[in-house]
């Protein structure tokens, strides 16, 4: 898979020399990105207030269907404000379409919906916190190995409705396997049991970063419990709606929701 790679430096005119900002990362469509400004520079990103390491920084991210700019606002320690449009650049992705399927296979009954809409409601709390501890800085690994059975942004159309698009990479591996803490983090979520994903774990990497592991077969971790890189938090499975073993594991900034892939170092090619 073709990478995206972006490394952009702002050079934002002061009144005695330039302040650099550094921007490293993805600045595209399901992109994730790291900002460095002065330390003690306040940061607004679309309208939100970031939170900033004692380094001077802090994340910006893209969702799947951003639109071609977005709004990065600094506030220097000496009150200068300065705004900046990034330009987002555009992806494709794939879309299948699926017509002639019973009407109970697209859309869930009342019952469901009212389970479904409470899960959904916990999921999107868990994102909301606003870890003091960046441990996103440190980079990520991969949660487990193995061939890529599904991607971020495809989406389908079943019988004339779209469907919410794929928001993780899918990795096919066994059940049992065991899936590793993608980096430092604070487990925030962890339910055996949601309707869509199954055994559902969420771990928050600090400032609204989290990421999330779908269809586990077994959870070792507890909400609350401090993890480390690498360290074994779950085991792969087919809980929830899932037609076959594998882990599904997608990462936020608060809500919204990033390309995995592009975050990741390459896959070992023994797993390919």
Excluded: C
Excluded at 252 to 258: A, E, G, T, W, Y
Aim: a neutral charge; proline letters at 7%.
């Amino acid at each position: 898979m073709k990478r995206l790679l972006v490394a952009l430096v702002l050079f934002l005119a002061a009144p005695v020399a330039a302040e650099e900002i550094e921007i490293k990362g993805e600045v595209a469509q399901g992109g994730f990105a790291i900002v460095r400004a002065e330390p003690g520079t306040r940061a607004i990103f679309e309208g939100r207030e970031m939170r900033i390491s004692a380094d001077g920084r802090f994340p910006i991210a893209f969702g799947r269907d951003a639109g071609r700019n977005a709004t990065l606002e600094l506030i220097f320690p000496d009150g200068r404000r300065v705004r900046r449009a990034l330009d987002v650049k555009p992806r494709k992705f794939d879309i299948q379409r699926i017509d002639g399927l019973p009407e109970a296979m697209v859309t869930p009954d009342p019952v469901l919906l009212e389970r479904i809409r409470a899960e959904n409601a916990r999921i999107a709390e868990a994102r909301r916190i606003d870890g003091a501890e960046p441990f996103y800085l440190q980079g990520f690994v991969w949660p487990a190995t193995g061939r890529i059975s599904g991607i971020y942004g495809s989406q389908r159309i079943l019988n004339g409705q779209a469907r919410q698009p794929h928001y993780g990479i899918d990795i096919a591996v066994p059940t049992g396997t065991p899936v590793v803490a993608v980096a430092d983090a604070v487990v925030t979520f962890a339910d055996p049991d949601i309707y869509f994903t199954g055994g559902t774990l969420i771990l928050d990497h600090g400032s609204g970063v989290s990421s999330t592991y779908s269809h586990l077969s077994r959870i070792d971790v507890t909400v609350g419990q401090r993890v480390r890189q690498g360290e074994a938090v779950a085991a792969s499975g087919a809980t929830g709606r899932a037609t076959g073993p594998h882990l599904d594991w997608r990462l936020n900034l608060f809500d919204i929701r990033i390309d995995p892939i592009l975050v990741l170092p390459p896959l070992p090619a023994a797993s390919r």
